[in-house]
């Protein structure tokens, strides 16, 4: 889970490893999370979310969610009795809505 959260931080912060040295084109992860025509719901392998949210979502609930607007990265790691199913992934967007919420209410920590 760490190393999950160290990607999720990684692009929450554009592409800019914590030393300050930038990976990534400074454009770049903007352009990832932008709506796709062909599914406004998906950008470059990136689920897309409200409010400029954003996650890389995987079988079984894997996932790094990231809420920059919040500067908020939250992972799970899941064990799914089904690879995907509309309940599960319902009851993990209402976990990211609701901690990002509390982010928001109480600030981090």
């Known amino acids: 889970m760490r190393d999950?959260?160290?990607?999720?931080?990684?692009?929450?912060r554009g592409?800019?490893?914590p030393d300050g040295r930038r990976v990534l084109p400074?454009?770049?992860?903007a352009?990832?999370?932008?709506?796709?025509p062909a599914n406004p719901g998906y950008g470059?392998?990136?689920?897309?979310?409200d409010n400029g949210a954003y996650g890389a979502l995987g079988i079984y609930g894997q996932a790094i969610w990231i809420s920059p607007a919040d500067s908020v990265v939250i992972v799970t790691h899941s064990v799914w009795p089904r690879a995907t199913g509309h309940e599960f992934s319902a009851?993990?967007?209402?976990?990211f809505t609701a901690l990002t919420a509390a982010v928001r209410r109480?600030?981090?920590g």
Not at 44 to 49: A, K, N, Q, R, S
């Open 4 to 12: 999950y959260a160290r990607i999720g931080l990684f692009a929450l």
């Open 15 to 17: 592409g800019v490893l």
């Open 26 to 29: 400074g454009d770049w992860m």
């Open 31 to 36: 352009q990832s999370t932008a709506r796709s």
């Open 44 to 49: 470059y392998l990136w689920w897309l979310g």
């Open 91 to 95: 009851h993990r967007s209402a976990l």
């Open 106 to 108: 109480n600030g981090p």
